[in-house]
């Protein structure tokens, strides 16, 4: 495979394929992880992003756990009906729904939490601090880059 007349890349040597088998085992070893709790990714991913933002609308979980509306909007449903989070609208904006954790919702987030950490911990082995910042600063280039349409000189 060429990307450019003076760049030949393997499937070994494509960024892509190193994301996509990093991410797959982190997904498995995750769900392996959650399942005593009783949560699954998409659960884990709202309590994740409650116990940073505390607060946050459907959208806006949504937005962070890169899962469409309707999706998310049924996932924090089952969640309410399992009584982990709790739904309000947002002050002076009541079409908004906000969504806050309960007591067990905090309890749950916090079991995850430590699930997680011992999996950032393996993941992370022997890597330094600034290994990892600028591998998250990488990653959010890339991220950033493919948000939206190709630009005239993509490849």
């Known amino acids: 495979m060429r990307i450019s007349a003076d760049h ?3 499937y070994r040597s494509w960024p892509f394929y190193w994301l996509a088998r990093a991410s797959g085992r982190y997904r498995a070893r995750m769900e392996e992880l959650l399942r005593p709790t009783g949560l699954d990714m998409a659960r884990w991913r709202v309590l994740m992003t409650l116990h940073q933002d505390r607060v946050a609308s459907v959208s806006e979980i949504a937005s962070h ?4 509306l309707p ?6 449903q089952r969640m ?6 709790r739904r309000q609208p947002r002050p002076g904006r009541e079409r908004v729904m906000e969504v806050v954790l309960t007591e067990a919702g905090e309890l749950a987030g916090e079991q995850a939490w430590e699930a997680a950490t011992a999996l950032y911990g393996q993941a992370f082995a022997g890597m330094s601090a600034s290994d990892i910042a600028q ?3 990488l990653l959010e280039r890339v991220a950033e880059n493919l948000n939206g349409a190709p630009s005239a000189e993509s490849p």
């Open 80 to 85: 309410e009906s399992d009584q982990l989070v």
């Open 65 to 68: 756990a890169i899962e469409k």
């Open 71 to 76: 999706t998310m909007t049924k996932i924090i």
């Open 135 to 137: 591998l998250t600063a």
């Open 8 to 10: 030949e890349i393997s």
